[in-house]
């Protein structure tokens, strides 16, 4: 009997195991790094240190220059808190904002409840329904929620763990997340990939 126990103990660890490995992407290639100790008030150096805030990350090269654009869902911010220039060697030269999820997009918080957070912009039930990277979140009007605009669906990047909290079915696929996000604030670094 203890020993039927155990194996039944073990098969629930391991199909549990499953779910969680398929809540993180490597699908999509993330490979970001953001150096906050060159952007010390920037939205998203803040949102790392405080729980509740999260933020849209989206590169754009404009004359040749490429910008981070940070979309905050709480707060008022001076434009240089929003639209990073990257024009430094270590931010411009030495690191590529190609690889950055489904659509060149991300979403990097602090949770409530579950630390650090990093989402794929990108709606994942769009994505999976159209196979196309063309259908980015938005923050909702409240910023407490993201919004697909194509499919109507709502989805909770703090405490829910980026679930699907209105306009969709059981079954939905929740935010994509990236496995691996860490910040070193010693040496003011942040990584994200998978």
């Known amino acids: ?41 920037s939205a998203l150096t803040r949102a790392l240190s405080n729980p509740g805030e999260f933020v849209i990350v989206q590169p754009e090269t404009v004359q040749g220059v490429v910008h981070l ?37 991300l979403v990097i918080g602090r949770s409530n409840f579950f630390g650090l957070k990093a989402y794929d912009l990108q709606c994942p039930n769009c994505l999976a329904d159209y196979d196309v990277a063309r259908y980015p979140l938005q923050w909702t009007a409240d910023g407490s929620y993201l919004s697909c605009p194509q499919c109507h669906r709502t989805y909770q990047p703090d405490n829910d763990d980026g679930l699907v909290i209105s306009g969709g079915k059981k079954d939905d696929r929740m935010l994509i997340q990236y496995r691996s996000i860490s910040y070193h604030e010693a040496e003011g670094r942040l990584y994200v990939h998978n």
């Not at 290639?29 to 008030?41: A, D, G, I, K, N």
């Open 69 to 105: 654009k940070l979309t905050p869902n709480h707060g008022k911010w001076d434009q240089s808190d929003v639209d990073l220039i990257m024009r430094t060697a270590i931010t411009g030269e030495r690191i590529s904002y190609n690889n950055m999820g489904a659509g060149r997009g």
């Open 1 to 41: 009997m203890r020993v039927c126990r155990w194996i039944l103990l073990a098969m629930v660890a391991l199909l549990s195991a499953c779910d969680a490995e398929n809540k993180y992407n490597t699908y999509y290639p993330c490979s970001f790094v953001f150096f906050t100790q060159l952007y010390p008030t």
